[in-house]
Nanobody, 115 residues
């Protein structure tokens, strides 16, 4: 079984930065595409950014130019650098990793941006 755990959430003022990490552990298999998702109160979970095992990335329009997704395959870790944070970025952030025909979610980490 593969487990994912997010780190790095917290509270920050608008305009500030945070860096999220997602560590993969357990029965390590070849992890394919990974991604960050977020869910704000009363809203559905939405995609923030994804990255393939080769490093090709994709972003939601709302975070383009402000967020950067990256991964270190040797360390089995996924990152999300978030700059110029806005109040509307406030949400629980989840990481997801795909492997084979399955995938796993982390437990989520809270990001709160105060205006």
């Amino acid at each position: 079984q593969v487990q994912l755990a997010e780190y790095g959430g917290g509270s920050v003022q608008a305009g500030g930065s945070l860096r999220l990490s997602c560590a993969v552990s357990g029965r390590i298999v070849r992890i394919g595409a990974m991604g960050w998702y977020r869910q704000a109160p009363g809203k559905q979970r939405e995609l923030v950014a994804t990255i393939t095992s080769a490093g090709s990335s994709n972003y939601a329009d709302s975070v383009k130019g402000r967020f950067t997704i990256s991964r270190d395959n040797a360390k089995n870790t996924l990152y999300l650098q978030m700059n110029s944070l806005k109040f509307e970025d406030t949400a629980v952030y989840y990481c997801h990793g795909a492997y084979g025909d399955s995938g796993s979610w982390g437990q989520g980490t809270q990001v709160t941006v105060s205006s």
